[in-house]
Every structure is written in C-alpha cells, then in structure tokens.
C-alpha cells in the first residue's frame, strides 16, 4: 500500500485521468472528491464488495444463467410456480 500525505485542497494523480483531492478534513473523517473517466466506475468500497456479491450469486445460480440465455435467443422461460 501507497501511503500519502496531503494537506486540504492537495491531490494526487492515479494513471493518465484519475485524480484524487482531499475536498475536508474533519475530526474523524476526510471528505475526498475523485475525478476520472466516465468509463471508469468509481465505487466505495462496501458497494463494491456488494455488486461483486451480487454478480457471483447470478453467476452460481444456474436458472439465472438460463433465463438470461433464454432472453438472448428470444424465448422466455416459465418462472417459478406461485401458491
């Protein structure tokens, strides 16, 4: 892990189009704004952590991956029986 040191107002530079500025500094919490690409997605981590649950659940579950398959060549498969 890279460790800066930055002032309010300071910023670093990830790549050719990231770049990261210390917007507030508070008692407990620093408030950070974060300039990049529209093609880059830029998540906190917790929501992250929950697509990347979330696309691994699809993924595991076999009917989604057949009802998506279903979708693409047009056809629609039943869903689940409802009582």
């Keep these: 892990m890279l460790v800066f040191t930055r002032k309010r107002d300071d910023a ?3 790549g050719d189009g990231i ?3 210390v917007v507030r500094i ?3 919490s620093v408030r950070l704004g974060i300039t990049a690409p529209a093609h880059i997605a830029v998540h906190r981590r917790e929501v992250y952590d929950a697509i990347c649950r979330a696309n691994r659940a699809a993924a595991s579950d076999p009917t989604v991956l057949d009802r998506l398959a279903a ?3 047009g056809a ?3 869903g689940p029986s409802r009582s």
């Design 71 to 73: 979708r693409l060549r």
């Design 26 to 28: 508070g008692r407990d």
């Design 76 to 78: 629609v498969l039943p």
């Design 12 to 14: 670093i530079v990830i």
């Design 19 to 21: 770049e990261v500025r």
